[in-house]
């Protein structure tokens, strides 16, 4: 598959005129992963080396993460609940797109100040609330919704469901777009009295934050923290192209500097990945070297900042992802 996904990246998603669009998502090249098997992963380290071919091939950090969260959300999903055959098909082919509604505006994900719920009627639930920063909401066909279904002393206890977009009371917010990460698209959507039948619940109920929520936003963070080295090796290779010969000898430290955070980058992921094939125990093994990459990471966005030598509009665009998705990253950890 990923040799396959990197031949793709490079003929189809490089040169799409829609990659970078802010507003409109090309979702013809999710149509198009689907017919040549390209959007079902076997794991999350498959998951991470996609997303990293994809970055490092088209040079867009935005599409890779918009492909990472549309593979990674249905092996989370699979590992706590049986989804029906025809959805597991749709997501094959890409005419299913599940997005994951966990976020609420002030809340982030804290699951203290979540206030999205769900009350069990006799033929099914009815959900309300409102949810925001949605990724890839705006293409979504089905919300897998985190809501509150008890409380448990001062706990609250969270369980998941799966609802079509089409269905009632389920109304899509107005979201103005990054100015990063593009083409990837963020949403909002409030549930008003939205009325669903009983088999919209998955997995078990009260457990979906320790069972979703949880690994699938540490999965997150360790698969994008691989995505921004796989693009930050293409930014090495360009500015160095880019720079002028008399000014070689005068940055030479910086230089060997960046060779030196590249090489380190690599040896510090090799252990991540693995840990992200057995990623439902391994995981805390790797944090202290996450903390590592990001630190690398920006360290070395910094030094490209300043010895870059002329504009170049492809770079900047790159840069400036990794330092929103670095920023985020760490807005998220302060939050837990």
């Known amino acids: 598959m990923l040799e396959e996904l990197r031949d793709f990246s490079q003929r189809h998603v490089s040169n799409h005129p ?8 090309p979702l013809d090249l999710f149509l198009e992963m ?22 490092r091939e088209s040079g867009s950090l935005g599409f890779a993460m918009a492909w990472m969260v549309n593979a990674l959300v249905p092996l989370v999903l699979e590992k706590y609940a049986s989804l029906p055959a025809e959805i597991k098909a749709g997501l094959a082919n890409g005419t299913v797109n599940i997005a994951l509604a966990i976020s609420e505006s002030g ?4 699951p203290k100040f979540l206030k999205t719920s769900a009350e069990q009627t006799a033929t099914g639930w009815i959900l309300n609330g409102q949810k925001a920063y949605i990724t890839n909401g705006p293409i979504a066909s089905h919300l897998a919704v985190l809501a509150i279904t008890g ?22 917010l107005p979201h103005p777009q990054f100015e990063f990460l593009r083409p990837a698209q963020h949403c909002g959507f409030a ?36 995505v921004m080295s796989a693009a930050l090796s293409l930014v090495f290779r360009r500015t160095a192209l880019n720079l002028q010969t008399h000014l070689m000898d005068e940055i030479s430290l910086q230089l ?41 990471i920006r360290r070395a966005s910094k030094i490209l900042s300043r010895i870059r030598t002329r ?20 807005s998220a950890h302060q939050i837990r």
């Open 107 to 110: 809340a982030g994900v804290h």
């Open 191 to 226: 549930l008003e009295n939205c009325l669903v039948s009983q088999t919209a619940l998955l997995g078990h109920p009260g457990r979906a934050y320790e069972e979703v929520a949880l690994p699938f936003r540490n999965l997150e963070d360790a698969i994008s923290v691989c």
């Open 34 to 55: 689907g017919q040549r098997k390209l959007l079902d992963a076997a794991d999350p380290s498959v998951v991470a080396r996609g997303s990293a071919i994809i970055a």
């Open 256 to 296: 060997a500097e960046l060779a030196g955070i590249e090489i380190a980058l690599l040896d510090l992921s090799g252990p991540i990945l693995t840990a992200l094939e057995g990623w439902e125990t391994g995981m805390e093994t790797v944090e202290l070297r996450l903390i590592a990459m990001r630190d690398l």
């Open 311 to 330: 504009e170049d509009d492809w770079i900047d665009r790159i840069l400036l992802d990794i330092e929103k998705t670095l920023d985020i990253a760490r």
């Open 18 to 25: 829609g990659l970078f669009d802010p507003q409109n998502f």
């Open 151 to 172: 409380i448990t002393g001062d706990r609250k206890e969270f369980s998941l469901f799966l609802i079509p977009i089409s269905a009632p009371g389920l109304i899509q």
